[in-house]
């Protein structure tokens, strides 16, 4: 595993927002992306954290950040597909621990197989931060998958992926995606 240059930085937070930042794991270490969460879970200029789960880890530190952010006052809204093959068990249970503890649990859109791993993190400044990555947020399988994440501050993507969360997810609007399309 690579040296993980998120855990040498003061604020992941500006880390991101100096440059995109990218991680291929599992040459990357994935704790990159739970120290973001876990950032963002203890930040009081955080509003929302906005994220889609597919596969979970059986001690999820995804699931373990999120519920902390909850409790601390920050909306937590998670769209989780329920049939995620295999893990729809486990999948009903976090989703359980997750509407205890106060995050919104949105179980897919009917019709679609969520299979995005997209995370948006707002904060009240506007200098929002999000997170697309082609494997689940599973700290298990990031050491055994090859995968990417991409870390990126850059507006017209977390504006697109804030539009997403707010009207595909909430409503199911139709709304093209030109930043987050591949061509």
């Not at 897919?108 to 995370?119: A, Q």
């Not at 689940?136 to 055994?144: I, L, R, T």
Request: net charge positive.
């Amino acid at each position: 595993v690579l040296s993980d240059v998120f855990n040498k930085q003061t604020s992941v937070f500006d880390f991101i927002r100096e440059k995109d930042r990218f991680l291929h794991v599992p040459y990357h270490s994935f704790d990159g992306y739970i120290r973001l969460l876990n950032e963002a879970a203890i930040n009081p200029h955080v509003k929302s954290i906005k994220t889609t789960l597919y596969r979970l880890a059986k001690d999820s530190k995804v699931i373990s950040a999120l519920i902390c952010a909850a409790q601390n006052g920050k909306n937590v809204t998670v769209v989780i597909e329920l049939f995620a093959r295999f893990d729809e068990e486990s999948n009903i249970k976090w989703s359980k621990k997750m509407q205890d503890a106060g995050v919104k649990v949105i179980f897919g859109i009917e019709g679609l197989k969520i299979h995005s791993k997209i995370t948006h993190i707002k904060f009240a400044s506007g200098q929002d931060i999000a997170c697309v990555s082609s494997g689940n947020f599973h700290e298990g399988n990031a050491s055994a998958y090859t995968d990417m994440l991409l870390f990126t501050a850059k507006r017209n993507i977390t504006e697109e992926f804030s539009s997403l969360s707010r009207n595909r997810i909430a409503s199911q609007n139709s709304r093209n995606f030109w930043s987050l399309q591949t061509r």
